[in-house]
């Protein structure tokens, strides 16, 4: 999937990679060849059509790892930009009266930003400077990804990728601090970037370690992607990379049985979801422990989610055994009103010949699907939800003189979980070294911000009303402008002493404010835990040398 990326299998050649990226400095790539490579706008566009699969390209250096060191990169005041976790983000621009220097929605401030704001393409650079420079939450990003406020090896030896403009791919950057990582992506104005793993030296010099093992990914978040398309064989109202709220009842559903079996069944705490911009949903589980498990326990959790199986044309995809597992127990009963409510009434899947012929190659019994067949044919246009109450009622009429009514259970059972059990995208969880879309960033087709979702009131959440980089440059404006008619300040407003920052400006604003409560409580149960278990030490240490 586009969003997210496996790197190539140790000792595979990347030169099938049409995108690959040579050892040549980065501005050079990421100015003089973004308009000569820039590839033609259509379907086979990564960045309109997230469809298609986005290939690895090989490590690409920028500029930075060229050079020896970074001069004066200790002179940060790291003590003034993290000082305190929820302090605002006084070293990021505002717009702010008393800032000198504003940044334009559009370049040449036309009479009505605001609109020009909106007029443009979500992946216009100017467009996506404005956003990465006013909007994008550097510090929690930050403070998420290092689990402290001030700088450790969980941020600097942190791999993130960039996806430049003309599709070019730039692997292994990494950065000391939040400001160095938005000082780059805003030289290189990447249409968007994912997050890998921490490694065991930082990816910038693993050229440079005499023992190439050396060299290895030692943590990185428990990570899960869903997507809508994988529901295509059974979704009505939409397909391909199309939704519509319908449809979105189908990330609800999967959120839920998989929020839960990670916190019921595993015991995670610290799990944020994500909406990817467009149609999916992506899972990052922030407890330490699951950020120390290798490839052999993320392969395990997988393969405990995964219930649905094959592709649309596998036949039965859900095939368990008795007694159902609890968590598959737990998941039907998360499960049964939806399948009711959308799935039967909201899709309807079976209305059409050809599709009720699908649900009756899932029953067990041959005598009863044929009886069930003929009834149908004689009612065109029978609703799905009127065909599901038809089995049981049929099967009562004694239409099969040897049905298993343990067996028809089951089948239906199985029904229910393949149209509303989630449908992973397993690889993706799977490798410690995947790499997985920031939260935050653009989706260059939509425009979107891949915000996160909340899951307290999941029920309310709207993919199509999530606000587009263009909508939150309008609004910026719009504040502005109400500012030149006479409004108080921005401190007077917020009755504090600090400026608002532009995000707070902006439909923006509560994902934010959910993400940095989110870091908040990761940073407050790192600290604890790393208190609790030096005093344990501490305790342990005496008696430990005594024999």
Known sequence: MPHSVT??????????????????????????????????????????????????????????????????RSEVKLEDLFAGMDSDDDEFPSSAPGVKKEISSSPEMPSSPG????????????????????????????????HSPTPTNDFGHREFAFTLQNDAYLRYQSFQTADLLRKDVLRLMPSRFEIG????ANPRDRKTLRNSTAFKPLSKELCFDIDLTDYDDIRTCCDKANICNKCWQFMTMAIKVVDAALRDDFGFEHIMWVYSGRRGAHAWVCDKKARAMDDHKRRAIANYLEVVRGGAQSGKKVNLRRPLHPHISRSLDLLKSHFQEDVLEAQDPWRSPERAENLLKLLPDPQLAESLRKKWDASPGRSSSSKWADIDAVAKTGASKNL????????????????????????????????????????????????????????????LSVPTVQELIKEIDEWKNSEADGDDDDAEKDGSKHPIQDWEKTSLKPHIEQFRSFVIALMKDERERDVKIKREREEEGPEAMEF
Not at 116 to 138: I, N, T
Not at 197 to 200: I, K, T
Not at 443 to 458: D, Y
Request: proline content about 10%.
């Open 7 to 72: 790197p190539p299998a140790e000792g595979e050649s990347p030169a099938k990679a049409e995108n690959v990226v040579e050892e040549t400095p980065v501005e050079q790539t990421a100015v003089g060849a973004v308009e000569a490579e820039k590839p033609e706008v259509g379907e086979a566009s990564a960045q309109e059509n997230e469809d298609a699969p986005m290939q690895d390209a090989p490590e690409a250096e920028s500029e930075a790892e060229a050079a020896p060191t970074e001069p004066k």
């Open 115 to 146: 609109d020009a704001g909106v007029a443009l393409k979500a992946s216009d650079p100017e467009l996506m400077r404005s956003f990465y420079q006013r909007l994008f939450p550097w510090r929690y990003l930050f403070q998420w990804l290092n």
């Open 197 to 200: 793993p921490v490694y065991s």
């Open 404 to 463: 298993d009514t343990r067996a028809l259970l089951d089948a239906k059972q199985d029904i229910v979980l393949e149209y509303t059990y989630p449908r992973l995208d397993i690889e993706v969880s799977k490798k410690l070294n995947h790499l997985l879309k920031s939260p935050f960033v653009v989706h260059p087709g939509t425009g979107r911000v891949c915000v996160p979702i909340n899951t307290k009131n999941l029920e309310e959440f709207d993919p």
